[in-house]
């Protein structure tokens, strides 16, 4: 008899079978897909310097433009485009930094325990505590506004909670038998994180790496829209920022502010979609409950029979 | 006994932060690249100005402690003279420093933000609990079903919005029936204060709703899992079989349990929610701290920044400290 919580495919067939992972990871790979592709489907290239007549000013969208032009007569289609690379890119650098120390120090600190463990929370508490989005503002506002630096900001200041969430996992399976006879016929420690542990606690650690990376994108348009973006390069934010700044509202503008918004809130909702349909499959309570339909219950309980709770029962 | 040792063990902690986060502050802003005294005095300022922020600050002085001074003086009191130490004694005394770019002191230009930044948030997070929860619960009962479905797509989607450009195309739709910013119409003097709160109340609409958007899918998702969790405990079931309703079962039992952990949450979410307010504020030129913290790195005004964001953390600090206590208190579970 098996004790793990989860086998690959077990997890693999539930995910497919779920209907918001499924729409979530391919709104991702749409993005991702034209991230990758920019060049190839962007018209113009809005690093490239223009020439530009007072009619290209904020013109509407239209034949050659399909959103429109920006404020010196850019082709706001051809910098959504583009910004895609920059907002995936802060994205996926940040949340590799927060799930480096995340997982790290989650991991350490549920395995070893003890006054470490304390110790260890203590100071994920104590970064967890301070307000990010004014820190990073003071940082970079003093320090600079390179992206490498927002890259490091973001990922530096925003792993405590990835850290908890893996902690409390490894808490809940290091205790299992699994674990306890990999212990007792004298695996090492490091074998039994990496061989035993570590892969039980993936699915957390993947549904923490897609809140990571939506949480890193949102900082990065938050800082672009306050002008603390990289000056050298377009993103999402940035693009409202300048929107803003340079009165797209008060002219109606709508191509040229809606378009960044929807692809941030399409990556976030995305991600999101992914995130909940994982933690749906490792916490199935949230899956039924008691004031159910009978029928529903009995109807969910057929779908779930095959696959045990993690939430213990040993 | 424990409780109290726990409580005197969670206040010694939350100090230690409240510490790390002041050296880091006095250190953030001296490692600035180029000389202290212009970034401190702005180069503006009367020459009388610069010598007084010199003498104020001790910018003359090294950074941490004075071991030279000491070793030449030979007094150990010279030791503690520097730039850091009077720091911790301006602070004490309520001092953050001149402005550089208005000729008036932090504090005070910190402290005619507090108000307004109070108000937004209050209103916010009232409106974004109240629809929160109240969704929230009645999602998890009907879990699964259409409404379910409907809450968890608005929840979702306005959570994953990014708040300032919410409030922009919030801004672009209401503009000629909500005044579009500022927190009261300019010129114009009230007969009553009632008048004046209307006014004011008038120019909070689209800020408040922004923040409350913003905040209503996070606490709507919360809820709604917590609820869930809640209602497949086993006496939830006994409930049931007592014959009970479901709405008494939600009102009696699980409103309340689920609505613990929003507590914490709120508390947590507290810097999320002031950081968003950074944002709307600086749409709606909504006269806060987070206004005041965007004009300032425009102006880089940073004896202004510096002062802002030591408030906005010392706030979210000690917030979480009150949240820490009162779930304890709520929830005799809670040991550590």
Known sequence: MTEKIYSKRSFFRQYIGSKQGVIGAVMLLLVIMTALFAPWIAPYDPYEPISATTEDVLAPPGPGHLLGQDEIGRDVFSSVVFGARISLLVGFAASLIMILLGCTVGLVSGYVGGRLDILLMRITDGVLVIPSLPLMLVIIAVAGRGIGLIIMVIGLFSWPYTARVIRAQVISIKERQFVMRAKAIGVSHFGIVMVHILPQVLPVIFASITLDISAAILAEAGLSFLGLGDPTLISWGSMINQAFSRGAVSRGAWWYLVPPGFLLAWVTLGLNLVSNAIQEIVNPRLRTHNLFDERKILSLLGRLRNYPSSQGGE | ?336
């Open chain 2, 1 to 336: 006994m424990d409780k109290i040792e726990n409580i005197i063990r969670k206040f010694g902690f939350n100090l230690v932060t409240l510490v790390v986060v002041i050296v880091f502050n006095f250190y953030l802003f001296r490692i600035v690249p180029g000389d202290p005294v212009a970034m401190m005095a702005s180069p503006r300022m009367k020459p009388e100005t610069r010598e007084l922020i010199r003498e104020q600050f001790g910018l003359d002085k090294p950074l941490w402690l004075n071991f030279e001074g000491m070793r030449a003086e030979g007094e150990i009191s010279t030791l503690f003279e520097s730039q850091f130490v009077y720091y911790l004694k301006n602070l004490a005394k309520g001092d953050l420093g001149q402005s550089f770019r208005q000729n008036k002191p932090v504090a005070e230009l910190i402290g005619a933000r507090i108000g307004p930044t109070v108000l937004l948030i209050l209103t916010g997070e009232f409106i974004g609990i109240l629809f929160g929860t109240l969704l929230g619960i009645i999602s998890a009962w009907k879990a699964r079903g259409m409404i379910d479905v409907t809450t968890q797509i608005v929840g979702l989607i306005a959570y994953s919005l990014p708040s300032f450009w919410l409030g922009i195309i919030l801004l672009m739709l209401a503009r000629g029936y909500l005044p579009s910013g500022g927190y009261v119409t300019l010129g114009v003097t009230y007969a009553t204060t009632i008048e004046h709160w209307l006014d004011i109340g008038k120019h909070l609409v689209l800020p408040a709703s922004t923040l409350a958007l913003l905040l209503f899918g996070a606490y709507l998702l919360i809820v709604r899992n917590s609820t869930l969790e809640v209602l497949s405990e086993d006496y939830i079931l006994t409930a049931k079989a007592k014959g009970l309703s479901s709405f008494q079962i939600l009102w009696k039992h699980a409103l309340k349990n689920a609505s613990l952990p929003l507590i914490t949450i709120i508390a947590m979410d507290l810097g999320y929610a002031l950081g968003g307010a950074i944002q709307i504020e600086t749409i709606f030129s909504w006269p806060g701290l987070g206004r005041l913290m965007f004009e300032a790195i425009g102006q880089r005004d940073y004896p202004v920044l510096q002062g802002a964001f030591l408030l906005l953390a010392v706030s979210v600090i000690m917030a979480n400290f009150l949240a820490d206590l009162t779930y304890s208190l709520l929830d005799p579970r809670v040991e550590d």
